[in-house]
């Protein structure tokens, strides 16, 4: 198992930024590749951001690539999402996970955090 809590959310004005922090604890950290997913209401959730056991790979949506920044910290076993120039349509509650595959899709992940709001006002 593996627990992971979100941290970090809150309301901001368009055109600021948030970091996000993602504590996981249970099961080595550093096997695992980690996820930024979000979901506004009424949508789908959606892949943000992920990244590679080591860190030396990640990958983002092409709505957040250039603004939204993943990175991880195996020794403090936390992860990260560095949101600049956030947009109102960035609104959302914001999930880690864990997989131990390469993919971007919700069902590969076997563990979730409980999600934190982001909120981006115009």
């Known amino acids: 198992q593996v627990q992971l809590v979100e941290s970090g959310g809150g309301l901001v004005q368009a055109g600021g930024s948030l970091r996000l922090s993602c504590a996981a604890s249970g099961r080595t950290f550093s096997n695992y590749r980690m996820g930024w997913f979000r979901q506004g209401t009424g949508k789908e959730r959606e892949f943000v951001a992920g990244i590679s056991w080591s860190g030396g790979s990640t990958y983002y949506a092409d709505s957040v690539k250039g603004r939204f920044t993943i990175s991880r910290d195996n020794a403090e076993n936390t992860v990260y999402l560095q949101m600049n120039s956030l947009k109102p349509e960035d609104t959302a509650v914001y999930y880690c996970?864990?997989?131990?595959?390469?993919?971007?899709?919700?069902?590969?992940?076997?563990?979730w955090g409980q999600g934190t709001q982001v909120t981006v006002s115009s």
């Open positions: 996970a864990a997989t131990t595959t390469g993919s971007t899709m919700s069902r590969m992940y076997n563990y």
